[in-house]
């Protein structure tokens, strides 16, 4: 089975500073990863995922995120926030082992809000 | 814009009605899937249909139904409804399968079930 834990529903942070968003994830199973967002009235966008290979992925928007599998976890960062990426962001796993993506399983979301 | 289409944006009802909410999914797409997104439940599958066929069941309710129609639309049907449905309803589309299925979401269809 898989689950996913986002640290903090709310994270608030300045123009021009760090993003972190914090995923933790449970996978019985090598696991399949991604971060999704969602901005005001749309819905869930792919941001970025990691499948096998480099543990270090990039996605759009300068966001990017990290593997690391003795940690279990999968966190979202970006080096500079900017005013439009303020939004919500989902982690979701599901497992390497195949199967469709009604196995995917998202966290409970993480709000961020950019400050100018 | 993620190519997929839910109607109608907003829908109000009363307890004990039942509602149906539609998806047309990407040009080619065969694949639909129904989420719900409530904020203490967060986003929970419901249900996936491929191709015309009910392909995986999630959370679903055995008061919620859904089809695919020959020209792939879907359609979610609430019935019964309870104040607790209230929740923002998501429908996602694919076409790729294995570990390059991507999924593309429409914006959802708000219930406010009073």
């Known amino acids: 089975a898989q689950s996913v834990t986002q640290l903090g529903s709310h994270v608030s942070v300045s123009e021009g500073a760090l993003v972190l968003l914090r995923c933790n994830y449970s996978?019985?199973?090598?696991?399949?990863l991604f971060w999704y967002v969602q901005y005001p009235n749309q819905g869930l966008q792919l941001l970025l995922k990691?499948?096998?290979?480099?543990?270090l992925v990039k996605g759009i928007n300068g966001f990017e995120a990290e593997f690391k599998k003795s940690e279990t976890s999968f966190h979202l960062t970006k080096p500079s926030a900017h005013m439009s990426d303020a939004a919500e962001y989902f982690c979701a796993v599901k497992p390497s082992s195949g199967g469709s993506n009604y196995k995917l399983k998202f966290g409970k979301g993480t709000l961020l809000t950019v400050n100018p | 814009d993620s190519g997929v289409t839910q109607t109608p944006k907003h829908l109000i009802t009363a307890t004990g009605q039942r509602v149906t909410l539609r998806c047309s999914p990407r040009?080619?797409?065969?694949?639909v899937y129904w989420y719900q997104q409530s904020l203490d439940q967060g986003l929970q599958f419901l249900i996936q249909y491929y191709n015309g066929e009910e392909r995986a069941k999630g959370n679903i309710l055995e008061r919620f139904s859904a089809q695919q129609f020959p020209d792939l639309h879907s359609e979610l049907n609430l019935s019964s409804l309870e104040l607790g449905d209230s929740a923002l309803y998501f429908c996602?589309?694919?076409?790729?399968?294995?570990?390059?299925?991507?999924?593309?979401f429409g914006s959802g269809t708000q219930l406010s079930v009073l």
């Open positions: 996978s019985s199973v090598p696991p399949y």
């Open positions: 040009s080619g797409d065969l694949s």
């Open positions: 996602a589309s694919s076409s790729l399968t294995g570990e390059n299925e991507k999924l593309f």
């Open positions: 990691y499948t096998t290979g480099a543990t």
